[in-house]
């Protein structure tokens, strides 16, 4: 399964440019299945302290996963995939 963090979006104060929110998304791939987390962290005033021009989605990335667990999104996104390979159960009709 190949696993991918994004940050979609940041939010920031104008008057100095430090960023409050940041939009993410965890996505997982395996095959023809794909499963997906999205969330947003936020930040009080003054931290993390580096203006948005200064920013890599690297850096936020970090100051994401102190606040979220890693792994256990992680996991969340591979249990989506594994109910869609087997699934527990099914909607149709037999005709």
């Excluded at 005033?45 to 100051?63: C, F, I, K, N, R």
Aim: contains cysteine.
């Amino acid at each position: 399964m190949n696993i991918q963090w994004k940050i979609s979006q940041l939010d920031r104060r104008t008057s100095d440019g430090f960023v409050t929110t940041a939009h993410w998304q965890c996505t997982g791939v395996d095959g023809d299945f794909s499963g997906s987390v999205y969330a947003t962290c936020g930040w009080p005033d003054g931290t993390p302290e580096v203006p948005y021009d200064s920013l890599t989605e690297a850096a936020v990335l970090a100051w994401v996963w102190q606040s979220v667990d890693k792994e256990a999104t992680e996991a969340a996104v591979g249990a989506q995939i594994e109910a869609q390979k087997n699934p527990v159960s099914a909607a149709g009709v037999p005709w």
